[in-house]
């Protein structure tokens, strides 16, 4: 499997770390050793000294799909679930600046946890459903889907114009604003609606 991220997909976190919008979806890969599930446990990686949550919605793939239509895209998956793209902050920017590709900022090991739970879609309302982390009790990120730049179904037709869809790809599809820095000892809890989703403490 593997795992397709979506970068500046809500405007507020786009404006937060001075980005332009987006034109058409920006995506990235993560291997299936950036995974990190049935783990409540995040090790904190020594190259980086400023790793970031950003907390996302998460589509499972259930389909083989490729040149998908977006009226057609929400055949692919049944699934939803909450997980943190775990960036290298400093990494980051340092690519960013030399226009170098992100993959040591995003993609190393356990840098894409997922919450044990799934909701099945028909069990949400995807164009206005809200999600939250908290770190050490302390709502940190809020965001609503209805304020997402390009929707699930539009991102699944663009992305598969270039990569085949399988079974049990991971889409993480943007974060909004408030995002920052983790740091040994912190505990991060997420929420989609009422529901919570996702638990993990830095190690
Ligand atoms: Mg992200």
Known sequence: M??????RNYADHAIELKNDLPEY???FLKPDTALLNKSKEFYLPDFTKNLHYECEIVVRINRVGKNIQEKFASNYYNEIGLGIDFTARDLQDECKQKGLPWEKAKAFDNSAPIGDYFIQKNE??????SFRLFKNDKQVQFGETKNMI??????IAYVSQFITLKVGDLIYTGTPAGVGPVNIG????GYIEDKKMLELTIK
Do not use: V
Request: contains cysteine; negative net charge; hydrophobic residues 50%.
């Open 186 to 189: 912190d505990h991060l809890i």
């Open 124 to 129: 949400l309302d995807l164009s206005n459903m």
């Open 25 to 27: 979806p920006l995506f």
């Open 150 to 155: 390009f929707s699930i179904d539009s991102i």
């Open 2 to 7: 593997k795992i397709i991220c979506i970068g």
